[in-house]
């Protein structure tokens, strides 16, 4: 690169062509009209989604975790460096100023107060950007800061969605633990039956023994549905930024696993995903990628930098002003030879913006996909509850029948055990479908981005 020295007013050079930073390609991606699943909205849906399980413990614990949780505030906490970085990379447009001093003293240690010299000024710079590096480094660093807001916001989508998970996960053991406990109670009343009935010598002692081992078996669950209640209980404690040791007091109002009142927001799967704010990460990431490519196409023009200057030279001991000196230059840097680096490394810089494309294009199809899983999920749950509650009519009806014909010696216990394992079987299933349902609802609001709300202002490029 040739350096050359001009004088200030050759800053008009200003005017030569510069490069421009590219704009992101439009990420184009196919996408049909609507998804294939069908599902039918409640009108007047609101963004705060968890709110439509109608569940105030729930909704107590999402605002905690929004307030609270450790990751979001990490995240928070880049977005304030994002902004201050931001910031720098703007003040690089203005003139930079700073002040120096110094001084010593002249022919050695002869004690003449005469010898000391002191120096004091000013120094400065300014960069009229004529290449455009300073606009395509605050267009970088603009999309980066960008990206750190939609960051927030995808964290916050995350953590409500993880909150409410895991808080369907804690609703699902405590049903499974009452419908233990009414199994259990099932079981001990048949288990008392066959007991009267070895006691007047109408039963065999194995039919006794097979009714304790079906109790035995059943109240053997428990243990692990206990696990399962602690390790959701100490999930909710982490999301709401608290150590699992302090737990987490809950009202015991036996509500059971909540039911989703309201409905998925209805559109084009583009209407859906556009408030993905990791889609939105990913495009902000594609202009920073852009941006870079500018920043490297800069090189290969000509920089020009401003440099100034205003010193106080001060003599003896009275140190009376004996010069001040005032410089004002233009140093013009153009490039020259290389050996090629220059121009590789714009190829690198646009393979990488390529790559950042291709990135969003793979986000965009994956985004789709969730969006429609977790759609046909919620059809199939709820179909799959519909014949679960018709299961457990038959399996009742039969139970009652089958205990009554064994009562009158009609049928044997085996036939007895095995229609009350299909009615708690019945129970259980129906439980973990209420709650695969809820969850599925969950999934689909998470997979579609809500809630989307990033907690400062949208950032501008001013």
Same mark, same amino acid.
């Given at each position: ?60 614990? %999402?605002? $905690? !975790?929004? &307030? ?5 505030? /990490?995240? =928070?906490?880049?977005?304030?460096? #994002? @902004? +201050? ?122 039919? %006794?023994? $097979? !009714?304790? &081992? ?5 109240? /053997?669950? =428990?243990?692990?549905?206990?696990? #399962? @209640? +602690? ?232």
């Amino acid at each position: 690169m040739a350096r050359f020295l001009l004088p200030a007013p050759l800053c008009l050079l200003a005017a030569c062509a510069t490069p421009q930073s590219p704009a992101p390609a439009a990420a184009q991606t196919a996408l049909s009209a609507d998804f294939s699943a069908a599902y039918r909205p409640s009108p007047g849906e609101a963004e705060l989604w968890w709110r439509g399980f109608g569940d105030r413990e729930l909704n107590r614990l %999402v605002d $905690r !975790a929004l &307030a609270q949780n450790l990751d979001i505030a /990490a995240t =928070r906490q880049r977005l304030m460096a #994002a @902004r +201050a970085l931001l910031d720098a990379e703007r003040s690089d447009r203005l003139p930079q100023l700073d002040g120096f001093a110094e001084a010593g003293a002249d022919g050695g240690f002869r004690g003449n107060n005469n010898d000391l010299r002191a120096a004091a000024g000013l120094a400065g710079s300014f960069n009229p950007d004529i290449n455009g590096r300073l606009s395509a480094e605050i267009a970088q660093q603009l999309a980066r800061t960008q990206g750190a807001a939609y960051q927030l916001a995808d964290a916050r989508r995350l953590i409500a969605a993880s909150v409410a998970l895991t808080y369907i996960e804690l609703k699902r053991s405590e049903e499974r633990l009452d419908l233990l406990a009414q199994s259990s109670a099932l079981q001990e009343r048949t288990l008392n039956i066959v007991t009267l009935r070895y006691e007047a010598g109408l039963s065999a002692n194995l039919d %006794v023994r $097979r !009714a304790a &081992a079906d109790l035995a078996r059943t109240q /053997a669950q =428990r243990g692990l549905i206990d696990l #399962a @209640r +602690a390790d959701a209980l100490n999930s909710l404690a982490v999301l709401i930024g608290e150590p699992a040791s302090t737990g987490i007091s809950l009202p015991d109002d036996d509500g059971g696993i909540p039911e989703y009142a309201g409905g998925p927001p209805r559109g084009v799967p583009t209407d859906l995903v556009r408030r993905r704010p990791d889609l939105l990460v990913a495009e902000a990431n594609l202009a920073a990628a852009g941006a870079a490519v500018g920043i490297e196409r800069a090189d290969l023009y000509p920089s020009l930098v401003i440099p100034g200057q205003i010193g106080f030279d001060a003599l003896g001991s009275v140190s009376i002003v004996s010069s001040i000196i005032a410089t004002l230059t233009a140093v013009l840097d153009i490039p020259l030879i290389d050996g090629g680096r220059r121009r590789a490394e714009v190829r690198s810089a646009e393979a990488l913006a390529e790559a950042s494309l291709y990135d969003y294009r793979q986000l965009l199809l994956q985004i789709l996909a969730e969006v429609e899983t977790s759609l046909v999920a919620i059809q199939s749950y709820e179909e799959r509850l519909d014949a679960l509650a018709g299961a457990i009519d038959q399996s009742e009806v039969a139970f009652n029948q089958s205990n009554a014909l064994y009562r009158e010696g009609l049928t044997s216990l085996f036939e007895v055990l095995d229609v009350q394992r299909q009615l708690i079987s019945s129970r259980q299933d129906y439980v973990d479908a209420q709650a695969d349902l809820a969850s599925a609802i969950i999934r689909m609001y998470r997979a579609v981005g809500a809630p989307n709300m990033p907690e400062a202002p949208p950032i501008t490029a001013d």
